[in-house]
């Protein structure tokens, strides 16, 4: 009886690329021995017609210098790629065409691709066809954007002695994350790095929303700004906070109160500032500063005194609006929306798991995602988990070093362990031989090789 052959040992090109690709920006690099932030680039995922009716592709927008009633159109909606006539160009424009910022040979290359929790399997599907049939990528691994947040040395975070750099790269086996970014924000248990599905829970509020939301309040009180989605989204991230006592700042900000429920108490923000408007002839990006209430800023603000050398600043006086914006993220009812607010997220999530699982998961909560960088969103957050959380379990939270680039660094200390790589990439061969619907099975975890 012949002696059956031995499977193939498959081979992995060396060079590995890692793409978070986000809904605002994608985070795209080349995994090194050892990898570090700046090897990441962040590259918008978008392309953007400005009112010269030029358009710009991904990262040709870092050359753009007029910003006003800029339109974009985005590839990825409400956190799925729904668009691959987009991206498909941002694709282009940054691996393939000469010059570009990330030039690679796709047959040459193992690709990691992130992607949202519950993603549609027909959107996962057509994805992969592309990647491997258009692309032609030598191998190529479709997996949720947290679950690369385990390849972190997550102990560290939380005071640990780092781990020693060539130990293997073992996900960490219990950690809970909150990812809170522009489409969405999602709770993500992993055990052993993989996501536990029937735990995950979404709030279908993230950046855009709270972009949009501050673009409505303003043109209400102030000028019309529904067309300056860029504009309105550096605002938001120059002058919003997280209020950590809600009320009171309300309070402060009421024109009925009297001037002693005013004025700010030792440790308090003052509410009101101003933002100087940019002018796209003189200067890229506005600016926040203390707010001046005298009549020769107002007189500045017209015009009246640049015969006196001052120059003409156009600027907004915001009050509540810093605070209000980002509340949406805590208490989705304030624009009626019938979903619980982050820390509620948290508990609903861990009802999903076994109480056996809360201790170790409280106990390893990671934040990531570019809305966990608004000034006072950890303190709130914090407080109002440890409020709900079980008494007898100890809440420990710590958000990434870099939380917008966190996924990324996580692909690529999986990338730098070559037995872990080789562990979750599928080749093209496998690909041509088995089909799509087996791809799918194997990136879910329901087959196993």
């Known amino acids: 009886m012949p002696r059956a052959s031995k499977p193939q040992e498959r081979r992995l090109p060396a060079q590995t690329l890692v793409i978070d690709n986000g809904a605002h920006t994608m985070k795209a690099g080349f995994a090194t021995s050892t990898p570090r932030l700046e090897d990441c680039q962040i590259i918008p995922n978008c392309l953007a017609k400005d009112r010269g009716k030029r358009v710009w592709i ?12 800029i339109a974009f159109r985005r590839p990825v909606e409400k956190g799925f790629l729904v668009n691959w006539d987009a991206e498909r160009a941002i694709f282009d424009s940054t691996f393939l065409d000469r010059g570009a910022k990330l030039l690679c040979d796709p047959h040459e290359t193992n690709l990691i691709l992130t992607e949202a929790p519950n993603t549609p399997a027909a959107l996962q599907s057509n994805c992969d066809q592309i990647i491997f049939e258009e692309y032609e990528f030598a191998s190529y691994s479709r997996c949720l954007s947290p679950s690369l947040n385990a390849y972190h040395d997550i102990q560290t975070l939380f005071g640990a002695t780092p781990r020693e750099p060539n130990i293997q790269a073992l996900p960490a086996e219990c ?18 790095g993989r996501p536990i599905q029937q ?17 409505e309040l303003v043109s209400i009180r102030h000028y019309n700004m529904l067309d300056e989605t860029h504009l309105m989204n550096e605002i938001k991230e120059a002058v919003c906070y997280v209020s950590a006592d809600f009320k009171r700042d309300l309070e402060r900000t009421w024109k009925g109160a009297s001037s002693s429920r005013k004025k700010a108490l030792d440790g308090e923000r003052e509410v009101v500032v101003d933002y100087v408007l940019p002018d796209y002839n003189a200067h890229k990006h506005g600016f926040m500063r203390p707010h001046d209430p005298s009549p020769t800023a107002k007189m500045r603000k017209m015009g009246s005194m640049a015969g006196a050398g001052d120059a003409i600043e156009d600027y907004m006086t915001l009050c509540n609006e ?11 009812g304030d624009v009626g929306m019938k979903q619980e607010g982050l820390p509620g997220l948290v508990l609903q999530s861990l009802s999903g798991l076994p109480p056996g699982l809360w201790p170790a998961m409280l106990a390893n909560i990671l934040v990531v995602g570019g809305n966990s960088k608004i000034e006072g969103f950890m303190e709130r957050l914090e407080t109002e988990i440890r409020q709900l959380a079980p008494s007898e379990c100890v809440v420990r939270i710590a958000r990434a070093p870099d939380p917008i680039k966190s996924a990324w660094l996580g692909g690529a200390y999986l990338a730098s362990d070559r037995s872990a790589l080789q562990s979750v990439q599928v080749t093209r061969q496998e690909y041509q031989e088995h089909g799509s619907s087996w791809l799918g099975k194997v990136f879910s975890g329901a087959l196993s090789r």
């Open 58 to 69: 991904g990262a040709q927008l870092e050359n753009c210098n007029d910003f006003g009633e």
């Open 175 to 192: 950690l809970l994350v909150i990812d809170s970014g522009f489409s969405h924000s999602t709770v993500t248990p992993l055990f052993k």
């Open 199 to 215: 735990a995950i829970r979404r709030l279908d509020i993230g950046g855009k929303v709270l972009t949009n939301y501050l673009k």
């Open 322 to 332: 810093r605070f209000t914006v980002p509340e949406l993220l805590f208490n989705p």
